[in-house]
């Protein structure tokens, strides 16, 4: 069986616009709520988890999230409104994956500093059914898929669960660890072959991630042609 995972890393709920550049912010807040810092970061996240292949047996998964974020700090949290720039999966028993990075959901997540302890915490879910959630007139997330066997998209649904544990060295960027369970249902298949192949799926996956500080005009573009300006440990 070919098994699809589409681990959306410290994503959550859709709220952003879709420009590529993120959009500012004033900050203005009421005096009630405190001073608002807002700062503009790129961030890199990578995990590895583990993925049944016929005869092969068990192989390690990896993937790479690389995202373009405004961040608002304001006491002990930490907002992180954030959108892909591009996600690499790796090649799994010469079965690759590809996604649209445009069509997936912006997110907003938010970090809160654990009571007498120097670290931050989040928690969240990412989750779609049916929906046509990159609007593309099919149910759910359309996946490319390139294997040996057969090729083609497929239409699924996504739960992702995050953890994650961050800190902060004087005040700068996070970087922490992160631990994510993945749900995925197959809606549909635009081959035979894929559909005979495919099933349902769940996955654990561990890594790591880290942000640095950019300029508020800098695009996916530009840091991408440039080379990222972050790597997660």
């Known amino acids: 069986m070919i098994s699809v995972t589409l681990s959306l890393v410290l994503l959550s709920s859709p709220q952003l616009a879709t420009e590529s550049t993120l959009p500012l912010n004033d900050a203005r807040e009421s005096?009630?709520?405190?001073?608002?810092?807002t700062e503009y970061w790129a961030g890199h996240q990578v995990v590895f988890g583990t993925r049944e292949v016929?005869?092969?047996g068990t192989l390690q998964t990896r993937m790479d999230t690389y995202t373009?974020?405004?961040v608002r700090k304001q006491g002990d949290s930490v907002q992180i409104d954030q959108r892909a720039c591009k996600v690499d999966y790796g090649d799994v028993g010469g079965v690759k994956v590809y996604v649209d990075v445009d069509a997936l959901p912006d997110s907003r997540i938010v970090f809160e500093r654990?009571?007498?302890?120097?670290?931050y915490s989040m928690s969240g879910t990412?989750?779609?059914g049916k929906e046509d959630?990159?609007?593309d007139g099919n149910p759910g997330m359309r996946v490319w898929i390139d294997a040996p066997v057969c090729s083609g998209a497929l239409h699924v649904t996504n739960k992702t669960t995050t953890n994650a544990r961050a800190f902060s060295e004087d005040g700068g960027p996070l970087y922490g660890e992160v631990t994510i369970s993945v749900r995925q249902k197959i809606l549909g298949a635009e081959?035979?072959?894929l559909a005979a192949l495919t099933e349902d799926s769940y996955e654990r996956s561990k890594g790591s991630f880290r942000y640095a500080k950019i300029k508020a005009d800098d695009t996916c573009k530009s840091l991408l042609d440039a080379g990222w300006p972050v790597k997660a440990k």
């Open 191 to 193: 081959s035979k072959c």
């Open 133 to 135: 959630i990159d609007e």
């Open 114 to 119: 654990v009571e007498d302890t120097p670290h």
């Open 31 to 37: 005096a009630a709520e405190g001073v608002v810092k």
């Open 54 to 56: 016929p005869v092969l």
């Open 68 to 70: 373009l974020a405004r």
């Open 126 to 128: 990412v989750n779609w």
